[in-house]
Structure formats: structure tokens, C-alpha cells
């Protein structure tokens, strides 16, 4: 009985789907027959110029995006840039108001109030310039537990930057061979170190390099280290290793700053599914309160 049931309620989706279809096969063959080869190659040409234009005009709007401003901040998490977001969440928000909202209306039916309100409250939670959206929480909770890996693996470095020294037979120190033997040893800041050992050699010196290298970086811990850097080759072993041990107090402080803020944004992304179910049981009170109102409104007018 169910099958007979299934076939009707598709039936209306099918004739539309083939309707739209024939209509494209008839107009494709009305083009054909009445233009040339020569002026549909012309188009071709003309149409393709047409999308790559428009495909950089919206990568080009949409790196001006909140999205892609949050999600490279998060170092692009899942491969996710602003465009590739947009697609999925405009994708996402069309497929369900086709499906739950559209369909039901042509095939007659009406369209209930929880669909709708769940529709609205799935585009607004995932909406990237809602200040208060899921997305830009989950987000920035992410930024915030890259940064502390970030600020452990610089310490890390300082810290094997200091037993390297000290493990040296020669007085003095070549910063670029040191950096390049420690940076298998790092994932997060793995890209900056590269990045700096490839400008190293350019025509800027390693000073600039190195200023890059830091304002990457973004910490006050990585700029005071970059600073110790800066005049690492100029001194000799002894100097070098009073220098960096004078950071000792500061560094130990900013480690156990970053546990704390690893354990708070691991608390808060694990916290995430109950404030979920908290906000869907104020959201069904009130659709309830406002269901209510409105059956008790219709009675009274009746």
C-alpha cells in the first residue's frame, strides 16, 4: 500500500522535472538548427569568458566575507574558504526550502510553522555575519585552540633553540642552520619556519625574514624570541644563552596560560550539543506559546 502511496506524492515532481527538461532539449535544438557552427563556437568562447569572470568576481567578494576572514584566521579548517562555505550553506538553505517549503505549496499542501521556524533558525545558526551564529562560535573557538598550540609550539622552540645551544662545541651560532634542523620537529608553526628559511636568502636579509616570521606568528612571546634571533649570529654561545634564559619567567608563565585556554575551549566546543539542546527546548516552549495564542485567537473570533 505504501508504494502507490509514494508514486502519487512524486508524480507532480516528475512532471515538472520532465516538463523542464523537454523544455531545454526544445530550445537546445531550436539553437542549433538556426545558428552555425562558427557562431556556437563564438559563444562557447564568449560564455566561458563570461564564467570566469564571474567566478572571480564572486572568489573576489567573497574573500571580503566574514567567512573567509574567520575561517582563514582558523587556518581553513576541513580545506573550508569563504566561497566553498557560501556554496554549501546557499546549497544547504535552497535544498531544504525547495524540498519542506516549495514543493508542498505546489503540490497543494500546507507548509507547518515548525518547518518554517527550523528552516529560519538553521539559516540564522549558520549564517557567518550573525554575530551571535553557531558557525562563528564553533569558528573563533577553533582560532582559540590553534593560537594556544601555536603559542606551545613556540615555546617548544625556545626551548630547543636553548638545549641546542648548549649542546654546541663551537662559540658561534648560525641561526639558519639551527632553524632548519628544528623545524621537523613543529606542525602548527611548521608553514611560518618554512616560510622563513625561504626568505632568509632573498634580497631583504634575513632581519626582515625574520619580522615576517613574528608578525606570522602574531604573539608577544614569538617577537621577544625573533628579537634574541635578530642577534643570535652577532654573539657569542655564552651570550646568547643569557639572553634567551632571561625570557625563562615569561615563557613559563605563557605555557601555562595556553593549558588553561586549550582545557577552556575544549570545554566550551564539548559544552556545544548541550546549549544546543537547551536553545531547541526554549525554541519549542515558545512555537508552543505562540501556537496556543493563536488557536485561543481563532476561537474567539469564531
Do not use: C
Not at 636568502?201 to 616570521?213: I, M, R, S, Y
Amino acid at each position: 500500500m505504501q508504494e502507490p502511496v509514494i508514486v502519487f506524492k512524486l508524480l507532480p515532481m516528475l512532471i515538472y522535472f520532465f516538463s523542464t527538461l523537454f523544455a531545454v532539449l526544445s530550445g537546445y535544438l531550436v539553437y542549433t538548427g538556426l545558428s552555425t557552427q562558427t557562431e556556437r563556437k563564438q559563444n562557447r568562447l564568449r560564455f566561458r569568458e563570461k564564467w570566469r569572470n564571474g567566478q572571480a568576481k564572486v572568489i573576489a567578494s567573497a574573500e571580503k566575507t566574514g567567512a573567509e576572514s574567520l575561517l582563514k584566521e582558523a587556518g581553513y579548517p576541513l580545506g573550508l574558504n569563504g566561497v566553498k562555505y557560501y556554496i554549501f550553506f546557499i546549497t544547504f538553505i535552497s535544498f531544504l526550502v525547495i524540498y519542506y517549503i516549495v514543493f508542498p505549496l505546489l503540490s497543494g499542501n500546507s507548509v507547518s510553522i515548525w518547518t518554517t521556524i527550523i528552516i529560519i533558525g538553521i539559516y540564522v545558526f549558520f549564517l557567518p555575519d550573525f554575530p551571535f551564529s553557531l558557525f562563528r562560535y564553533i569558528i573563533k573557538r577553533i582560532v582559540e585552540y590553534n593560537q594556544s598550540k601555536k603559542n606551545s609550539e613556540i615555546f617548544m622552540l625556545y626551548d630547543l633553540i636553548i638545549n641546542e645551544i648548549e649542546m654546541m662545541e663551537n662559540t658561534r651560532i648560525n641561526s639558519y642552520n639551527l632553524l632548519r634542523n628544528l623545524k621537523s620537529y613543529f606542525n602548527v608553526i611548521n608553514g611560518s619556519i618554512t616560510r622563513l628559511l625561504s626568505q632568509w636568502t632573498d634580497d631583504e636579509g634575513p632581519e626582515k625574514a625574520l619580522d615576517n616570521f613574528a608578525e606570522d606568528l602574531g604573539t608577544k612571546e614569538a617577537k621577544s624570541l625573533i628579537s634574541v634571533l635578530k642577534k643570535l649570529d652577532e654573539n657569542d654561545r655564552e651570550t646568547a644563552l643569557t639572553s634567551l634564559k632571561g625570557m625563562n619567567n615569561m615563557f613559563v608563565r605563557s605555557q601555562i596560560e595556553n593549558y588553561r585556554r586549550r582545557r577552556k575551549v575544549t570545554t566550551d566546543l564539548s559544552s556545544i550539543p548541550i546549549k544546543v539542546t537547551h536553545f531547541l527546548i526554549l525554541l519549542n516552549f515558545m512555537v508552543v506559546v505562540v501556537y496556543m495564542v493563536t488557536i485561543i485567537m481563532q476561537s474567539a473570533r469564531n
